[in-house]
């Protein structure tokens, strides 16, 4: 079956460092591939996301995301995160066209600390 | 814009209570899911639909069931609610047959007592 991985499920960071969390999934075939976020107490916003064409793709908020297919990997970063930053990060992978829905990641808690 | 509404943002329920979580999207999407979301294990598909009263299981529809009786609505049902069940349940729906991303609704947050 497929499934997604994310490397961290707690990170820390002090204001202005850089951010690096990881996502990788486990399918040969032709993925669309999301990073969604959830601030405390809100719902799921789309961060980013790839289809196709240029494997860095830019998102919302200073975000940006690498697809690195010979890895099955979708990193999502950032250069120098902020306190409000503080969050639930969800990578997510759209498996066979989306006929599936999307398979989530367990997620990455994020605490910015001031 | 797109808008995924779930009927109830919080509900309390007791224990084998029949519970309906509704879920309404206004964008004519022919897709739309079931997610429950639990700390540590991210959101998981309990049910999705692709089609006016067709349903298809996710990766844990124990003690679930699904109703789709029109496009636009999309219905969970937990037939006789256990505590194991308390959770937030997500709603969401894209498109089908072009890349689309999936929008969700708000949640509802259920107890069972």
């Known amino acids: 079956a497929q499934s997604v991985s994310q490397h961290n499920h707690h990170v820390i960071l002090s204001e202005a460092a850089s951010l690096e969390l990881g996502c990788n999934y486990s399918y040969g075939g032709t993925v669309n591939l999301f990073w969604y976020v959830q601030y405390p107490g809100q719902h799921l916003q789309l961060l980013l996301k790839y289809f196709s064409g240029d494997p860095l793709v830019k998102g919302i908020k200073g975000f940006e995301a690498e697809f690195i297919k010979s890895k099955f990997s979708f990193n999502l970063r950032k250069p120098s995160v902020q306190w409000s930053d503080t969050a639930e990060y969800f990578c997510?992978?759209?498996?066979?066209?989306?006929?599936?829905?999307?398979?989530f990641g367990k997620g990455t808690h994020l605490i910015i600390q001031p | 814009d797109v808008k995924v509404t779930q009927s109830s943002r919080y509900l309390v329920k007791r224990t084998g209570e029949k519970v309906f979580l509704e879920c309404v999207q206004d964008m004519d999407h022919e897709n739309m899911f079931w997610y429950r979301q639990d700390p540590g294990l991210g959101l998981r598909l309990i049910y999705f639909?692709?089609?006016?009263?067709?349903?298809e299981k996710g990766d844990i529809p124990e003690g679930y069931s699904v109703s789709r009786e029109k496009k636009e609505r999309f219905s969970l049902i937990l037939e006789s609610a256990s505590t194991n069940q308390t959770s937030m349940y997500l709603c969401a729906s894209n498109q089908q047959g072009r890349v689309s991303e999936a929008f969700f609704g708000q949640g509802t947050r259920l107890t069972v007592v």
């Open positions: 997510a992978v759209m498996f066979r066209g989306g006929a599936d829905g999307l398979t």
């Open positions: 639909s692709y089609d006016v009263k067709m349903k």
